[in-house]
Protein backbone atom coordinates (compact mmCIF):
# COMPACT_ATOMS: atom_id res chain seq x y z
CA UNK A 1 0.00 0.00 0.00
CA UNK A 2 2.78 2.57 0.81
CA UNK A 3 4.78 1.79 -2.61
CA UNK A 4 0.93 2.17 -4.35
CA UNK A 5 0.66 5.43 -1.86
CA UNK A 6 4.21 7.18 -3.12
CA UNK A 7 3.65 6.22 -6.64
CA UNK A 8 0.47 8.40 -6.89
CA UNK A 9 2.12 10.95 -5.03
CA UNK A 10 5.32 10.87 -7.46
CA UNK A 11 2.50 10.90 -10.66
CA UNK A 12 0.71 14.18 -8.58
CA UNK A 13 4.00 15.74 -7.92
CA UNK A 14 5.09 15.41 -11.64
CA UNK A 15 1.61 16.67 -12.96
CA UNK A 16 1.96 19.81 -10.77
CA UNK A 17 5.70 20.49 -11.67
CA UNK A 18 4.91 20.18 -15.01
CA UNK A 19 1.68 22.67 -15.06
CA UNK A 20 4.20 25.17 -12.84
CA UNK A 21 6.90 25.00 -16.06
CA UNK A 22 3.84 25.41 -18.42
CA UNK A 23 2.85 28.73 -16.40
CA UNK A 24 6.40 30.03 -16.62
CA UNK A 25 6.69 29.30 -19.92
CA UNK A 26 3.81 31.10 -20.72
CA UNK A 27 4.71 34.15 -17.93
CA UNK A 28 8.20 34.67 -20.21
CA UNK A 29 6.62 34.50 -23.22
CA UNK A 30 4.08 37.15 -22.24
CA UNK A 31 6.95 39.21 -20.36
CA UNK A 32 9.27 39.01 -23.69
CA UNK A 33 6.57 40.18 -26.21
CA UNK A 34 7.24 42.80 -28.86
CA UNK A 35 4.62 45.37 -30.34
CA UNK A 36 3.94 45.00 -33.89
CA UNK A 37 6.37 47.21 -35.68
CA UNK A 38 6.23 49.22 -38.97
CA UNK A 39 8.33 49.83 -41.07
CA UNK A 40 9.68 53.48 -42.23
CA UNK A 41 8.98 53.54 -45.90
CA UNK A 42 5.37 52.32 -44.44
CA UNK A 43 5.43 54.87 -42.49
CA UNK A 44 5.44 57.73 -44.92
CA UNK A 45 2.59 55.89 -46.80
CA UNK A 46 0.48 56.05 -43.79
CA UNK A 47 1.10 58.62 -41.41
CA UNK A 48 -2.08 60.49 -41.44
CA UNK A 49 -3.67 57.28 -40.37
CA UNK A 50 -1.08 57.04 -37.11
CA UNK A 51 -0.98 59.44 -33.64
CA UNK A 52 3.13 59.68 -33.60
CA UNK A 53 4.38 59.76 -30.49
CA UNK A 54 8.54 60.48 -29.66
CA UNK A 55 9.14 58.46 -26.44
CA UNK A 56 12.78 59.79 -26.55
CA UNK A 57 13.80 63.09 -23.48
CA UNK A 58 13.36 66.54 -24.42
CA UNK A 59 17.02 67.24 -25.06
CA UNK A 60 17.20 64.66 -26.95
CA UNK A 61 14.17 65.72 -29.98
CA UNK A 62 15.74 69.34 -29.29
CA UNK A 63 19.14 67.92 -30.31
CA UNK A 64 17.78 65.79 -33.13
CA UNK A 65 14.39 66.93 -34.00
CA UNK A 66 11.28 64.66 -34.88
CA UNK A 67 9.25 63.39 -37.47
CA UNK A 68 6.34 66.57 -38.56
CA UNK A 69 3.01 65.74 -36.41
CA UNK A 70 4.79 63.98 -33.79
CA UNK A 71 3.99 64.82 -29.98
CA UNK A 72 6.47 64.45 -27.98
CA UNK A 73 5.77 62.16 -24.53
CA UNK A 74 9.00 60.26 -22.73
CA UNK A 75 8.93 57.00 -22.35
CA UNK A 76 7.99 57.11 -17.97
CA UNK A 77 5.11 60.17 -18.78
CA UNK A 78 3.58 58.01 -21.68
CA UNK A 79 3.47 55.04 -19.44
CA UNK A 80 1.98 56.75 -16.44
CA UNK A 81 -0.62 58.74 -18.38
CA UNK A 82 -1.45 55.27 -20.13
CA UNK A 83 -1.65 53.75 -16.85
CA UNK A 84 -3.74 56.69 -15.15
CA UNK A 85 -6.41 57.17 -18.10
CA UNK A 86 -4.74 60.09 -19.63
CA UNK A 87 -4.52 58.70 -23.22
CA UNK A 88 -7.84 57.10 -22.94
CA UNK A 89 -9.29 59.61 -25.96
CA UNK A 90 -6.40 58.14 -28.13
CA UNK A 91 -8.37 54.38 -27.39
CA UNK A 92 -9.59 53.33 -30.87
CA UNK A 93 -6.68 55.37 -32.63
CA UNK A 94 -3.73 53.64 -33.79
CA UNK A 95 -0.78 55.39 -31.70
CA UNK A 96 2.94 55.02 -33.39
CA UNK A 97 5.68 55.27 -30.70
CA UNK A 98 9.21 55.62 -31.54
CA UNK A 99 12.53 56.42 -29.76
CA UNK A 100 15.94 57.04 -31.71
CA UNK A 101 16.80 52.90 -32.35
CA UNK A 102 13.73 51.14 -31.37
CA UNK A 103 14.03 49.75 -27.66
CA UNK A 104 11.83 52.15 -26.22
CA UNK A 105 9.64 52.95 -28.77
CA UNK A 106 8.73 48.93 -28.02
CA UNK A 107 8.29 49.26 -24.57
CA UNK A 108 5.80 52.22 -25.05
CA UNK A 109 4.11 50.64 -27.55
CA UNK A 110 4.31 47.90 -25.62
CA UNK A 111 2.52 49.18 -22.65
CA UNK A 112 -0.10 50.76 -24.50
CA UNK A 113 -1.38 47.39 -25.97
CA UNK A 114 -1.49 46.03 -22.50
CA UNK A 115 -3.85 48.84 -21.52
CA UNK A 116 -6.37 48.56 -24.51
CA UNK A 117 -4.54 50.92 -26.80
CA UNK A 118 -3.41 49.88 -30.54
CA UNK A 119 -0.28 50.73 -30.58
CA UNK A 120 2.73 49.74 -33.50
CA UNK A 121 6.64 51.30 -32.95
CA UNK A 122 8.91 51.92 -36.02
CA UNK A 123 11.19 49.49 -36.67
CA UNK A 124 14.49 50.65 -35.84
CA UNK A 125 12.86 54.26 -34.94
CA UNK A 126 14.17 57.70 -35.61
CA UNK A 127 17.05 56.70 -37.08
CA UNK A 128 15.72 54.58 -39.40
CA UNK A 129 12.83 57.21 -40.55
CA UNK A 130 15.74 59.70 -41.50
CA UNK A 131 17.93 56.61 -43.32
CA UNK A 132 14.34 56.37 -45.32
CA UNK A 133 14.02 60.26 -45.99
CA UNK A 134 17.21 60.78 -47.04
CA UNK A 135 17.38 57.48 -49.24
CA UNK A 136 13.56 58.87 -50.73
CA UNK A 137 15.16 62.05 -52.11
Not at 23 to 49: C, M, P, T, Y
Not at 51 to 64: N, P, Q, W, Y
Amino acid sequence: ILKKNLSLVATAGSFAFICHLRLVDKAIKQSNKVADKIRAKDLAENKGDLVLIDVREADEVAEDGTIEGAVNIPLGQLIRKGRQGGLDDLKGKTICTYCNGGYRGNIGADELNKKGFTAVTIDGGYEAWKKEKKNAR
